[in-house]
């Protein structure tokens, strides 16, 4: 396995992922205040999202609006933290990155959708 992982540069594609993801996470959290945090290493990332009346409190509601908003859209998210309040992605190593790509896109579509009065 450790052979694996060197041929085919794991750890370098890794973090390829997770800059690619952090930096559009960072873009919309721009946009959008209810995204509290972006964070993450190599291909593990996560944000949370928060109320914007009132930062410092968690938005599980919100989260779980984006989870099936993505959903209904073809992208399976995972919410996680102790209040429900997280979204993490891990993405496979293997991905490649038109499909990154789109799946970013999902996202961004499902955090507008939510957060964005129709």
């Known amino acids: 396995m450790p052979e694996v992982i060197a041929a085919e540069d794991l750890c370098a594609r890794a973090e ?8 559009r996470l960072q873009k919309l959290a721009g946009r959008f205040p209810a995204i509290g945090d972006v ?3 190599g291909a593990m990332n996560a944000f ?6 009132d930062p410092s409190q968690p938005d599980p509601q919100l989260t779980a609006v984006i989870v ?5 859209r073809g992208l399976i998210l995972l919410s996680c933290g102790t209040r429900y309040n997280v979204i993490r992605l891990l993405p496979p190593l293997t991905i490649p990155e038109d499909q990154l790509s789109e799946a970013l ?3 961004e579509a499902s955090i507008e959708a939510a957060l964005v009065p129709a």
């Open 68 to 72: 099936a908003e993505a959903e209904a």
């Open 48 to 53: 949370g999202l928060v109320r914007t009346d």
């Open 16 to 23: 390829e992922i997770g800059l690619a993801i952090r930096g």
């Open 105 to 107: 896109d999902i996202l």
């Open 39 to 41: 964070r993450g290493l």
